[in-house]
């Protein structure tokens, strides 16, 4: 995606919120965090607070982190 689109394009953060779920399935907790807080940034200036898309990144943000410091205390 990042040799067709701009990278701040919208469509990135989404590829990079479907990366993160991939990489939070085989518990890669922190590589899911890196790239979710890729997509946040992209989403804070492509859209206006409160915007689904948005709102989506910041839960699977924080279930990331639940889930890295899940791991951490096993």
């Keep these: 995606n990042k040799r067709v689109l701009p990278e701040d394009h919208p469509d990135i953060a989404t590829s990079m919120n479907n990366l993160s ?3 939070a ?3 890669r907790f922190d590589e899911a965090i890196l790239s979710l807080q ?3 940034r992209i989403m ?3 859209y206006p607070n409160g915007h ?3 709102d ?3 839960i699977l943000f924080a279930n990331a982190q639940s889930l890295a410091a899940r791991a951490r205390a096993a």
């Design 21 to 23: 779920i991939s990489l």
């Design 25 to 27: 399935h085989l518990s």
């Design 38 to 40: 890729e997509a946040i």
């Design 44 to 46: 804070v200036k492509a």
């Design 52 to 54: 689904p898309n948005l």
């Design 56 to 58: 989506y990144s910041r």
